[in-house]
């Protein structure tokens, strides 16, 4: 009976176990999600909500404005107010409808479509930007917890000290500096776990920002993008582009201004024939069109054309300073990924030496030549190596992630070469 208890129990447990462990791997979520789930982030959903309203409204510009209808009395005698009394009196229903000028109308409409493009880009690159962010932090909190169990570690190593140095002293060595250097080397490093640890607080609460948890997923080793200093596969400068672009839309609205608008007037008077048919007659109407004509096209349209024409040469080097820009920037980060990529195989080498210093001094240790302290600052000394690549791990994944987040993903070299032809246009 006791025995069919406790199996019981164990198969309970068992069972229990393995819901667990479905519940959390069904609700798992890899990086490739997180990464996506931040095309969704508020900064991102609100530029394109802009890109969204900028088109909504570019569609706008090409109705016409709402006509004018009036209804109303003409030639009404003041002194005795009828509609049979005066040949000139009559009831009177109007219409008026403004046609703006079509190529005007295009024209705006054409300049919103470019700044939603531009918007649209925008938001592209501030998922980019936010990917590059996630990156980073798991990187950075990676090394972190890396470097936290790492200063516990040196932390026991440092209590060894201590045991090994009183041991010392009971045989008659005068080792007590060595407690005052342990002392200053411990007060250090518990100084860096109380750093780490606001550290931690602070990349967790970035978390929350970006995707609204803490994640719990391994970082995967982030590719090297190639990029052959072409600078219009870069978001930066394809932005500033785009301001050009708009800007020629600007002259084109200008230019337009030249054109003449229209108009349509009708009316309709509604009289009466007066006592006994005194004013016998039909009704009336009136049909006018209407077109304006640039008189003042000097004073007014002319510095407008030229002032849209200064804003695009404004762009254009705008955009040549912004190319030039990003090609400097993206060129120093570049170099400071590959030197730390350099640096992590560095420390890649100077660990595994140091190992090998470990083993050596432990073997002088097992055979009675040298005290155990030097073991264990050997220890630590590698430790310290260890926390070092931990961060310059980071830092190049981190630089790797913010080179890669400029790049237009899907960039070639036909694409390139359309955009510029475009801008140069």
């Not at 920037?329 to 170099?335: G, V």
Request: avoid cysteine; charge should be neutral; aromatic fraction near 8%.
């Amino acid at each position: 009976m006791t025995f069919k208890i406790v199996l019981k129990s164990h198969l309970f447990a068992l069972s229990a176990a393995l819901v667990l462990l479905s519940y959390g791997s069904s609700f798992a979520v890899s990086f490739d999600e997180y990464m996506q789930r931040l095309s969704d982030h508020p900064q991102v959903m609100s530029v394109l909500a802009q890109s969204e309203a900028t088109r909504a409204q570019a569609q706008g510009e090409l109705g016409l404005p709402d006509p004018t209808f009036s209804i109303g009395v003409d030639n009404v005698p003041v002194s005795d107010p009828a509609f049979d009394r005066f040949l000139p009196t009559s009831k009177v229903i109007g219409f008026n409808q403004k046609i703006p000028n079509p190529v005007m109308l295009r024209a705006k409409s054409d300049k919103l479509e470019q700044l939603s493009e531009k918007q649209k880009l925008m938001a592209d690159y501030t998922a980019a930007r936010l990917r590059f962010m996630l990156v980073t932090k798991l990187a950075e909190h990676e090394a972190v917890k890396t470097q936290t169990g790492l200063i516990k570690k040196q932390l026991g190593f440092y209590h060894e000290l201590e045991d090994t140095f009183k041991g010392q002293i009971e045989s008659g060595r005068a080792v007590y500096q060595r407690f005052s250097e342990v002392d200053v080397e411990r007060a250090e490093a518990e100084r860096k776990l109380n750093d780490l640890d606001a550290k931690l607080t602070s990349i967790e609460a970035e978390f929350v920002r970006l995707i609204d948890e803490v994640p719990e997923v391994e970082i995967p080793e982030i590719a090297e993008a190639g990029w052959n200093k072409d600078s219009s596969a870069l978001y930066p400068v394809l932005i500033a582009a785009q301001d050009i672009d708009i800007a020629k839309k600007g002259v084109g609205i200008a230019d337009a201004a030249f054109l003449p608008n229209f108009g349509v007037n009708a009316i309709y008077k509604q009289r009466e024939d007066g006592k006994n048919g005194s004013f016998s007659g039909d009704d009336w109407f009136s049909v006018q069109a209407q077109i304006t004509v640039p008189l003042w096209a000097s004073q007014n349209r002319k510095p407008k054309l030229k002032a849209a024409k200064n804003r695009e040469r404004s762009a254009m080097f705008a955009y040549d300073d912004m190319r030039r820009q990003w090609v400097q920037k993206m060129t120093a980060l570049q170099s400071m990924r590959d030197a730390a990529g350099k640096n992590v195989k560095v420390l890649q080498d100077k660990d595994h030496a140091m190992k090998g210093k470990i083993k050596a001094a432990q073997r002088n240790y097992e055979a009675g030549t040298a005290e155990l302290d030097g073991v264990l600052f050997a220890k630590i000394d590698r430790l310290n190596i260890q926390a070092q690549l931990a961060q310059v791990k980071a830092m190049h994944t981190s630089r790797a992630a913010e080179f890669n987040s400029n790049i237009i993903s899907g960039f070639t070299a036909d694409t390139s070469a359309d955009l510029l032809k475009e801008t140069q246009e």
